[in-house]
């Protein structure tokens, strides 16, 4: 059987070397000039790795997608910590009752905490955050940060985003709390390169015959594909500055938010997270944008109409016995990498029988694996 994969990000990847040990003849099509989609990595100016679209943390409590990537690269072992610049102060991210005791309004904050209800709210991305963690936190942490971030009202947001995303902790801890955390040591590039490995590719092959292929794998976005028949998704981007040999403040943080910065939204230091331990340092500043044609769609947007927009195009999607989406944009879906992976292993079971499937049946699977 000829399965074509479009795409070759982490998702596409995936499925590509997964499809081949399963004995399918497998090919791939990435219309950009380079493997990676948004993990894609390259070297500095001044030699140090670093991904254009975003500094990348890879993290998975999940053994079989544990075993998987490091059979094609060893990863180091950086854990990821975040800091975050509130009036000036570095504090540490998640917000944790540590943190909160160092605070000027700490019994303010302590006594909206204690009032919480028993279950969160979960009407809106506003109502849920107020909920978990009182007015004032959500004032100085979250709601700045939200809206420079999603280019919207939070009220606007469900809470798919934010939903399991951020706890209130004891002490500081980690970002992710997974027991398997790196990056792979020569990028994310070298790594998907190594998992592709004798599977035909070809870049900057945006189009693609139908009929030439039994099966195609369709990692990007379900309403180009569509040709946007039932209207645009929307995407939240980023735009890129660079520092060289900038100040950084405490080197224990990969990344430091800014939500009170006029224009970023946080900034990576590319030295921690790929564990340098050079002089030199390459910091990358993040500012949020909307999506035009020329640069990537990166974040879906959770509002209902987008949500409700894609089970329409999903429900299409499931008509055909030919083409499956797959990945970030084939299923609009805010996926880290561990998780397209474990995504991708277990859709596995539903891609070999797809065919014989009937469209209903397609539909609640995908579904139910979406929001597992
Ligand atoms: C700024 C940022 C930071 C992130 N940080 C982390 C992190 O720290 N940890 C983490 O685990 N995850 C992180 N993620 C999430 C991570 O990027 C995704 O999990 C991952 O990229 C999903 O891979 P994908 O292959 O599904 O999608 P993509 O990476 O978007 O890949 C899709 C690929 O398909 C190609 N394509 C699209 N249409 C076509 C077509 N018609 N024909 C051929 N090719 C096509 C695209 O060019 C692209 O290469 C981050 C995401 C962003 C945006």
Redesign the pocket.
């Known amino acids: 059987m000829q399965v074509l994969v479009?795409?070759?990000?982490?998702?596409?990847?995936t499925f590509a070397r997964l499809m081949k040990n399963e004995g399918y003849t497998v090919s791939i099509?990435?219309?950009?000039d380079h493997?990676?989609?948004?993990?894609y990595t390259k070297k500095s100016p001044n030699g140090i790795l670093y991904e254009p679209?975003?500094?990348?943390?890879?993290?998975t409590k999940n053994d079989r997608v544990k075993k998987f990537v490091l059979s094609f690269s060893e990863f180091n072992n950086y854990k990821?910590k975040k800091g975050i610049v509130i009036n000036d102060i570095l504090r540490h991210f998640p917000i944790s009752r540590k943190t909160i005791l160092k605070m000027k309004n700490s019994k303010q904050i302590l006594k909206e905490l204690e009032n919480r209800p028993k279950n969160p709210d979960l009407t809106n991305f506003e109502t849920f955050a107020i909920s978990k963690f009182g007015l004032t936190l959500y004032k100085l942490f979250i709601y700045n940060y939200s809206k420079k971030m999603w280019g919207l009202e939070p009220h606007k947001l469900t809470t798919e985003y934010i939903h399991n995303r951020i706890e209130l902790t004891d002490s500081n801890t980690h970002i992710f709390q997974d027991d398997f955390q790196g990056l792979p040591i020569n990028g994310y590039t070298k790594f998907l390169d190594n998992m592709i490995h004798g599977i035909p590719l070809e870049l900057n092959?945006?189009e693609?015959n139908i009929s030439s292929y039994d099966l195609i794998l369709?990692?990007?976005?379900i309403d180009?594909l569509f040709k946007y028949k039932f209207g645009k998704l929307q995407y939240r981007s980023?735009r890129f500055d660079y520092r060289e040999n900038d100040n950084w403040e405490n080197e224990d943080y990969g990344s430091i938010n800014l939500p009170q910065h006029n224009k970023y939204i946080r900034k990576v230091n590319f030295k921690v997270m790929y564990q340098k331990k050079t002089k030199n340092s390459w910091i990358q500043y993040?500012e949020p944008i909307s999506l035009y044609d020329h640069n990537?769609?990166?974040?879906p947007i959770y509002t209902k109409e987008n949500i409700e927009l894609f089970n329409k195009y999903l429900i299409e999607a499931c008509k055909s016995d030919k083409i499956i989406p797959?990945?970030?944009?084939?299923l609009y879906k805010y996926?880290?990498?561990?998780?397209?992976i474990w995504l991708a292993i277990n859709m596995l079971p539903l891609i070999k029988k797809w065919k014989i499937l009937k469209p209903k049946s397609r539909y609640s699977e995908i579904k139910e694996l979406l929001n597992k």
Do not use: D, T
């Not at 369709?218 to 976005?221: D, F, H, V």
């Not at 797959?326 to 084939?330: A, D, F, I, N, P």
């Open positions: 479009l795409g070759a990000g982490i998702s596409g990847c099509k990435e219309k950009q493997i990676g989609g948004l993990c679209n975003g500094g990348h943390a890879f993290h990821h092959a945006p693609f369709y990692s990007g976005r180009e980023l993040q990537l769609p990166m974040y797959v990945g970030r944009l084939g996926l880290e990498m561990g998780q397209a």
